[in-house]
C-alpha cells in the first residue's frame, strides 16, 4: 500500500500531496467563495473530517466497488523500489468492499540519516485503489473522500477492460486544507501471471487554502494532469504503485 496519488489512492500519500503543490502553476483565487470568510470559520466548516455516509453507501452498493477482489493478507511490508518509504499494515477489517489498514509509514529521503515514522489508520476500497478515509496519528492530519462516481467494466481485471472514476477528496492540516477534484480513466493494459498491469490517467484542480495574516482565507488553485502505473497482486488481492516492492506478507489463513 502505500496515495496513493498520484491519483486517489494512498500511494504515497505525503509524497503525492507535496508533488501536486510542487508542480501547479497555483493561482490566486481573489474571487473564491471562501475570500469573504474567516479562517476560523472557513476551517469549521471541515470539523467532522469524516467520508460522508452516503458515500460509503453508495460504495457499498456500486456493482463494480463490490466486484474488486478481497484483500489476501494479515500484515504486509512494503517499501518504494528506491528504499525511501517503507510501510507496514494490519488488515483489521474488511466488510462491504471497504478494508482498514492500521500501521506504519517511514520516509527517509536519500543521502541523510533522518526518518519520518507516521502511525496510520487507513480505509479504501476498491482493490486498494481509493483511499476513503485516512486519519494520521502522529500529526493528527485527516484525510476523508468527499464525493466518487465509478464507470466502466473494470473488475474483473482483464486487458481491454477500462473504468472511469471521477472524486473529490480533503486533506485536513492544521493550517491548510488541500482539496483534490479528479476526473480518472483506468484501463488494465497486460498481465504476468495472476499480476495485472493498470494505468490511469486522472486530470482536475487541486486547491490549497490556508490562512492570511489578518485572519481571513488565501486560496490557491491550479490544474491537475498525471499518469500513474499500477499492478494488481492476485495472490495479494490488492493493487499498488508499479514502484512499490512487496517485502513481507502474511497471508489470511496462515
Known amino acids: ?47 467532522s473530517a469524516q467520508t460522508p455516509a452516503a458515500v460509503l453507501d453508495y460504495l457499498k452498493r ?15 511490508r512494503t517499501e518504494t523500489s528506491d528504499g525511501v518509504v517503507a510501510e507496514s499494515y494490519t488488515l483489521t477489517g474488511f466488510a462491504g468492499g471497504i478494508g482498514t489498514l492500521e500501521g506504519m509509514r517511514e520516509e527517509q ?3 541523510t540519516t533522518l526518518s519520518n515514522a507516521e502511525e496510520l489508520s487507513m480505509t479504501l476500497t476498491f482493490g486498494g485503489l481509493v483511499l476513503v478515509s485516512m486519519q494520521n496519528k502522529t500529526t493528527g492530519e485527516a484525510v476523508f473522500l468527499r464525493r466518487i462516481e465509478l464507470g466502466g467494466n ?5 486487458k481491454g477492460h477500462t473504468g472511469t472514476m471521477k472524486y473529490e477528496r480533503v486533506h485536513l492540516k492544521a ?7 479528479r476526473d480518472c480513466t483506468l484501463a488494465w493494459t497486460g498481465q504476468d501471471g495472476d499480476d495485472h498491469a493498470l494505468v490511469s490517467h486522472c486530470t482536475g484542480v487541486t486547491r490549497i487554502s490556508g490562512p492570511k495574516p489578518n485572519g481571513s482565507v488565501l486560496t ?26 512487496v517485502l513481507d506478507v502474511k497471508h489470511a489463513g496462515d
Open 220 to 245: 490557491l488553485e491550479g490544474p491537475y494532469d498525471a499518469t500513474s502505473s499500477m499492478v494488481l497482486h492476485g495472490d495479494l488481492g490488492w493493487i499498488f504503485d508499479a514502484n512499490t516492492r
Open 154 to 158: 473494470l473488475f474483473p481485471a482483464a
Open 62 to 76: 456500486n456493482p463494480q466497488a463490490q466486484a474488486a477482489p478481497a484483500p489476501q493478507f494479515v500484515d504486509i
Open 175 to 181: 493550517n491548510q486544507v488541500i482539496e483534490e477534484i
Open 1 to 47: 500500500p502505500g496515495e496513493r496519488d498520484a491519483m486517489l489512492h494512498h500511494i504515497p500519500l505525503r509524497n503525492a500531496l507535496h508533488a501536486a503543490v510542487a508542480g501547479l502553476g497555483l493561482l490566486l483565487l481573489a474571487a473564491s467563495p471562501c475570500a469573504a470568510k474567516s479562517w476560523t470559520s472557513f476551517r469549521a466548516d471541515f470539523a
Open 109 to 111: 529521503p536519500p543521502g
